[in-house]
């Protein structure tokens, strides 16, 4: 396409994180925030309550699981779960990805733990999930790789009977993906992601099997404050109940609390699903008709319905160098950003070169449809500098 396109997206926002805000939202919605007030105060831990029952009731929380509101978003969860519960048996470290390889690195540089086997694939590719023991060690491992597009397609290959526990990052696909609650021990996300919240604050969602560890297990390495979940052997309930352990940003709790009632109006979970999923066909049918983009997944089944890679497989491209294909799709990106159709389509700096692409629930599929023919213009737009170079 050699033209520019007539219409742009009414939401350009493509962003894999801080994500879209939902349909409609302004800042009239958060007029309700206790601005000003303690997070201690009672109207305070009433707004944090009600994120935390919102949260269940449209995760579908199972009744005994705790949930918790903690510093330092997704990651913040995930490390308080690594620090505080590894160690007390093997465990397999599984990553296809960046942020699966950088739970790999803090628990063998940093807690350097003598029994560690790590379960890897390249980009676009799901490790063997057979050759995960869940039956006898812990598991850790990304339920979305959020820079490669991949996520796991259940949770069969989790033991019924594992002595184990699993942990799980689920920042990408809390709301928009089904978790397996039986399965999962710890799960965490952050506000930022599938529900466009506001960055910084992570949630910890807690198994029974995984309070029992916290209570039965003292790690060998002293804990920082803002990870101690347990005082005198016992879980410090409080947390679980909006008593967080450092002070939140009552704007954002506000501003999440709306996100979670916009997701009651949708359908709640089923609704959240069908409108990511509905997005992710709009780039499936995009990909089908052109044969110079494809998905970074390889395969269908393992395709994320969130942060949706793609990579460009034109001849003309993939004869270039690594360097070379890198400039070319952030050349893509700059057209794309220039001409106010799409911002924050770069792949992650990790990541194979290409582009990735919101598609959770807050991004709506017309949004979409205008943005598919201005990634053809920005194609067609780098392919013949390309030429005009050669």
Known sequence: ????????????????????????????????????????????????????????????????????????????????????????????????????????????????????????????????????????????????????????????WIAEDREGLTICDATSAAFAQRLDWPKLDVVTFSWQKVLGGEAAHGMLILSPRAVERLETYKPAWPLPKIFRMTKGGKLIEGIFEG???????????????????????????????????????????????????DFLAVKPKTRSNTSVCLKFTDPAVTALSADAQAAFAKGVVATLEKEGAGLDLGHYRDAPPGLRIWCGATVQARDLKALMPWIAYAFATEKAKLKKAA
């Open 1 to 156: 396409m050699t033209t520019a396109p007539a219409a742009r997206p009414r939401v350009n926002t493509f962003s894999s994180g801080p994500c879209a805000k939902r349909p409609g939202w302004s800042l009239k919605a958060l007029a309700d925030a206790p601005l000003g007030r303690s997070h201690r105060a009672k109207v305070g831990k009433a707004k944090l309550k009600l994120a935390i029952d919102l949260t269940r009731e449209v995760l579908q929380v199972p009744a005994g699981y705790r949930i918790g509101i903690v510093p330092a978003s997704d990651t913040g969860a995930v490390e308080m779960a690594m620090w505080s519960m590894l160690g007390a048996r093997g465990v397999d470290m599984v990553s296809w990805e960046s942020f699966g390889e950088g739970w790999v690195t803090d628990v063998v540089k940093q807690l350097k733990l003598a029994d560690v086997r790590t379960i890897t694939a390249p980009y676009g590719e799901l490790p063997n999930l057979k050759k995960i023991d869940t039956k006898n060690r812990d598991v850790v491992f990304t339920w979305n790789g959020t820079t490669s597009g991949v996520r796991v397609p259940n949770a069969d």
């Open 243 to 293: 008593e967080t352990i450092n002070t939140p940003s009552m704007l954002c709790v506000e501003d999440y609390i709306d996100a979670l009632k916009w997701a009651q109006k949708v359908g709640g979970l089923d609704g959240l699903v069908k409108r990511a999923d509905a997005n992710t066909r709009v780039i499936a049918k995009f990909v089908k008709e052109n044969d110079w983009i």
